[in-house]
């Protein structure tokens, strides 16, 4: 089944993938990051760290005295993760832990972050209990996640984004290592959990042109990825829009993406 790898061939997105689409969006995350200081969190145990992106925001918004906690299952990513926090003046620690098989062996901490990281798992329910029991006091897990089926581009006519979105869908749908189609089945585990306090909403995200660089290279990407898994046809159909859209001196389009934001204690 199609998939995207990682430089360790893990079915992760790259780094560089991560790199770029952190860049298209650190306005967005810097602001959402310092909605977390409302919390005043003394550890924060960010799951399924990667590279440590997410980390390093809150790095330049949270107090020293608030310990971070990383945790992946990918040991190039940690690593790189680790190099990145090597001047950060606080306490830090990345643990290299499979977080569904071995979830028991989670820390505790009044915050965790799970961002992008329930469509890896086949049994999400189990990972949800498992980090509510290691919630101290008061504390809260985060949750954001994207849906491929809310990421939208345009001007495109009906019937064209129809075949490139028929086509995509039949390509990724039934992969086993990870769901680009998961808003349904994560929303309704986290509206059913056993949290006291659940809060779900969504953020939307959304650029019009002209676009700055950090975003162009992000949208590249994405458009490439999709031509990559979708049909002979519907791959045409997405590199003849990006070609007449993403270039300098282009006709006006945009760009919008939604995710759930759950907030559970």
Known sequence: MNVWYNETGRPLSSTSWLNAHHRAKLKER???ARSLLDMRP???VDLGCGPGLWLETLNGIVPPDCEFVGIDSDSAALDEAKSRAKEWERSVQFLNVDIEKSSQNLPEADMFLAFNLFPYFTHPEKV???VKSRI???GRLVIRQYDGALLRFGPLDQGRRGRIEMSLHTSVMGSSEFQHYDLDRLFQLLASSSFE???LEFELFQRASPYPEDFLQYVNNTIDWMARYAAEDASAELKRWQSEFLCRGSPPSYFVEVDLVGWLS
Do not use: E
């Open 197 to 199: 306090n659940k809060h």
């Open 136 to 138: 101290a006091g008061s």
């Open 42 to 44: 003394r550890r924060i």
């Open 30 to 32: 810097t602001a959402f």
């Open 128 to 130: 949800l209990t498992a």
